[in-house]
């Protein structure tokens, strides 16, 4: 079993940053691939980015490229996602997702553990 718990949202300008980050539980933590997904009120839950357990690979949704940096401390069971030049359209409920699993990380349906979600809401 593995927990998850995300913390960082908050409140923000357009233009500006913030860093997420999801604390896991247990003791193979370095054996997760880890991914980031959001959701938007309306809207269904998207990709945003992940990173493989096997080879440190970085996958990246097109919206967030060039602005999020998704990467993990092995050490401290911890991933973060640290998003610049925040949009008002990456206003959303940001979840973190644990898996077993290194290939198809764009696909939520290969997460078996998910977080409760924090808020980032982006001011225009």
């Known amino acids: 079993q593995v927990q998850l718990v995300e913390s960082g949202g908050g409140l923000v300008q357009a233009g500006g940053s913030l860093r997420l980050s999801c604390a896991a539980s247990g003791r193979t933590f370095s054996r997760y691939s880890m991914g980031w997904f959001r959701q938007a009120p309306g809207k269904e839950r998207e990709f945003v980015t992940a990173?493989?357990?096997?080879?440190?690979?970085?996958y990246y949704a097109d919206s967030v490229k060039g602005r999020f940096t998704i990467s993990r401390d092995n050490a401290k069971n911890t991933v973060y996602l640290q998003m610049n030049s925040l949009k008002a359209e990456d206003t959303a409920v940001y979840y973190c997702?644990?898996?077993?699993?290194?290939?198809?990380?764009?696909?939520?349906?290969?997460?078996?553990?998910w977080g409760q979600g924090t808020q980032v809401t982006v001011s225009s």
């Open positions: 997702a644990a898996t077993s699993g290194a290939y198809g990380l764009s696909s939520g349906a290969l997460y078996n553990y």
């Open positions: 990173i493989s357990w096997s080879s440190g690979r970085t």
